[in-house]
């Protein structure tokens, strides 16, 4: 299991940035998604980088807006999220993912942070 806590959430207006962090003791050791899960929808990964760092992957609605990164000396992930725009707005969580299907590979989940984008 990897226990990780999501932080850096917060509401901002179409256009602009925030910068989602993801932090937890065994996180080097896994690829790591990022998800949301927006109300009443299912919750979908969104981006993910490998344990490396060199290899990353996105969603078609995020490609050229949000970039994901690693830092795993300080076992965190990082979501940088760039135009955001209102269909953006959701609860964001990390998890361990599989490189080959980007299926979580954990029940457990954080808390999520909240990403709130208005027009």
């Known amino acids: 299991q990897v226990q990780v806590r999501e932080s850096g959430g917060g509401f901002v207006l179409a256009g602009g940035s925030l910068r989602l962090s993801c932090a937890g003791r065994?996180?080097?050791?896994?690829?790591i998604g990022w998800f949301r899960q927006a109300p009443g929808k299912e919750r979908d990964i969104v981006a993910a980088?490998?344990?490396?760092?060199?290899?990353?992957y996105y969603v078609d609605s995020v490609k050229g807006r949000f970039t994901i990164s690693r830092d795993n000396a300080e076992n965190a992930v990082y979501l940088f999220m760039n135009n955001l725009k209102p269909e953006d707005t959701a609860v964001y969580y990390c998890?361990?993912?599989?490189?080959?299907?980007?299926?979580?590979?954990?029940?457990?989940w954080g808390q999520g942070t909240q990403v709130t984008v208005s027009s």
């Open positions: 998890n361990a993912v599989s490189w080959r299907t980007f299926s979580r590979l954990f029940d457990s």
């Open positions: 065994t996180l080097s050791t896994f690829a």
């Open positions: 980088i490998s344990g490396s760092g060199v290899g990353t």
